[in-house]
């Protein structure tokens, strides 16, 4: 397996030549910081994020940007230390000014590969206004923990509004140890209770310590295991996507073929 393509780390004059053998295709990783609970540090999304990013880079050679360690967090509250959150409408604009800059750069394909559940809203409007303006942008959203069955289910094995369970704790333990607070594992689990709910609640209404699931069910070959297939899952729609063009040549405006559609 060859090294990940580091945006950060290519040339202006390298730039080009990565894109054309990669289809014009980037990835953006995206998480945020924000707390999870008093055995995982504030940063396991965008580790998280950064870590699979790096592994289907290093496996479909489509260059990858640099991480977006800030996300919509607002559900956090402010009842734990530690949560530094975008507003989403300002999270919005900055992956719609970072997508158009990379568009300006060549991007033709541009993967938001999102480790943070609820940054999906503000990711998915970011989409939509990109796409609207530039005909020739394909965009994609992919939430790491929904990228296939078998993660899903991985992740929703302990609780269905999870955070820093289960899952995430296994993830960390086997990626990113150094994040991880052994010592505070077995005590750290509390039950989800958002079942039957109508309203969305913050997380300061529907956790004692910010977590949901079970840590203490964790172990760090799990979490490999898991790892592994976030990469392989990933990696597999990453290389249909580098194919596929729109069912229809029509412009976004009507006026003409659109670029990419043949």
């Known amino acids: ?38 055995h995982l540090g504030c940063g396991m999304d965008f580790v998280l994020a950064d870590e699979v990013c790096r592994m289907v880079s290093a496996r479909t050679g489509v260059p990858m940007l640099p991480t977006l360690p800030y996300g919509c967090s607002l559900g956090h509250s402010r009842r734990w230390p530690g949560t530094l959150a975008l507003d ?39 989409l939509e206004l990109l796409r609207a303006a530039h005909d020739d942008l394909m965009v994609a959203l992919v939430n790491t923990a929904t990228v296939s069955e078998r993660v899903r289910a991985a992740h929703f094995a302990d609780a269905e509004d999870w955070h820093a369970n289960r899952a995430e704790t296994a993830l960390m333990q086997a990626v990113a140890p150094a994040l991880v607070r052994e010592d505070r594992i077995a005590d750290s689990d ?50 249909r996507g580098l194919t596929e063009t729109p069912p229809l040549p029509h412009s976004y405006d009507g006026s003409a073929v659109a670029p990419h559609g043949a």
């Open 190 to 239: 509390d039950p989800d209770r958002t079942g039957g709910l109508v309203f969305a609640h913050p997380v300061n209404r529907t956790s004692r310590n910010g977590v949901t699931g079970s840590p203490s069910q964790a172990n760090a070959a799990e979490g490999a295991e898991l790892f592994a297939w976030m990469v392989e899952d990933l990696s597999a729609l990453v290389r």
């Open 1 to 38: 397996m060859s090294a990940p393509l580091l945006w950060s780390e290519r040339t202006w004059e390298e730039i080009p030549g990565d894109l054309s053998a990669a289809a014009q295709a980037a990835l953006l990783p995206i998480g945020a910081t924000e707390q999870h609970g008093p």
């Open 88 to 126: 989403p409408l300002v999270m919005t604009e900055l992956v719609r000014q970072i997508g158009a800059q990379a568009y300006h750069s060549g991007v033709r394909r541009l993967f938001l590969v999102n480790a943070h559940v609820t940054n999906a809203a503000p990711l998915r409007c970011a």
